[in-house]
């Protein structure tokens, strides 16, 4: 059930939506150094699933296309698909990547590459980017498929590259984290992090402006970089290792930061913290004991986010107070949030694709594509939602208020 604290939904905050940072996917993926986790997004708690339980549906989950994108592979591979335009553009773990008609569902150009893709995709400026297993950058155009340039970096990318005016910064599985030209795709700068002995395998995406870069690291620590140099500008520790074993001494940051318009800066971690920082000197604002893996969102004052244990919360974004926290899922190791006309879509490890209403965190709508659980996060251009099912079949749903319909 859904449980408001404070006896109050917070609806001014609420009235106030206005989306400041889109989410691109820090998602986690299969193994580690040491096999943790089963697969994206799937992390073995120990929290026993909860059963589904009937709900008064409000809101019909009505599937309008879909299109068969292939394998993630037994690792299932975090390659979330990206839209630009009229377009979405998705890739299986062998490196087939298709462009698709959003609206119809129909593939428009498909290119297959001898090497197999492991992150999610980023498009923009025309041009799609993909890291691979074997430790490439690679850029397509986005009108035909071909490749623009190629690069090297030091290891697998999983986290899909992030973009600002003249770079691609990629955060490779080792903790390191490579700013490319944009245009050449040559190294820029590099820095290496502290790698713990035992990590979850995944990395979470840095979050690029063109001054700053801002990236989350597997030992639990946040830091700015100046994107002229790659200089370390702060750093924070976010998350501290506890307990007697490495399992529980785990303190991964494989959210991706969420930077407002004022300089705020929000950050989760596993076994540790959910923070709000000053984005210009790492000094933080609030801070509350809570563990996630997964980028949170931020829409007007609210913060949503999705724990490790499966809780989705609300939290008041100015100073942490949970405004509800919603417990019916715990356990269903749900994919990352999306927003869409004042709901919350996650997908599940069975499979099943659930829509919470943001104001009250009450289950609104549900349906269930099937296949193999959904770990990647869904996609959304505002009015429809792209799901990826783990054994890849690419489906698209509209979410239509029942008796509005």
Sequence with gaps: MSTLENGSSSSAGIRRFALMAKPL???????????????????????????????????????LWSQGIGSLTQARYPITPAISGDTLYASDAEGNIRAINRETGKVKWEKHLETPISSGLTADGGQLYAGTRNGEVIVFGEDNGDIVWRSRVSSEVIAPPQLNSGQVVVQSVDGTLTALDRFTGDQQWLYASSQPALTLRGTGAPRTIDPVSFAGFANGRLAAFDNRSGQQLWDLRVAVPQGRTEVEQLVDLDGQPVLTQDGRLFVTSYNGRVMALDARNGQPIWDREQSSYHTPVLVGDYLFTVTADSHIMALDA????????????????????????????????????????????????????GGDGISITPLTDGEHVYVLTNDGELIAYALNDIGKQ
């Design 318 to 369: 100015n100073n942490g107070r949970v405004i509800w926290n919603q417990d019916a899922l715990e356990g269903r190791s749900l994919s990352a949030p999306i927003f869409v006309d004042n709901k919350l879509v996650v997908g599940d490890y069975q499979g099943y694709l659930h829509v919470i209403d943001a104001r009250s965190g009450e289950q609104e709508g549900r349906t269930h594509p």
């Design 25 to 63: 996917g820090a998602l986690l993926c299969a193994t580690s150094l040491l096999a943790l986790a089963g697969c994206s997004g799937n992390v073995q708690t120990g929290t026993q699933p909860r059963e589904l339980t009937s709900i008064d549906q409000s809101v019909n989950v009505q599937g």
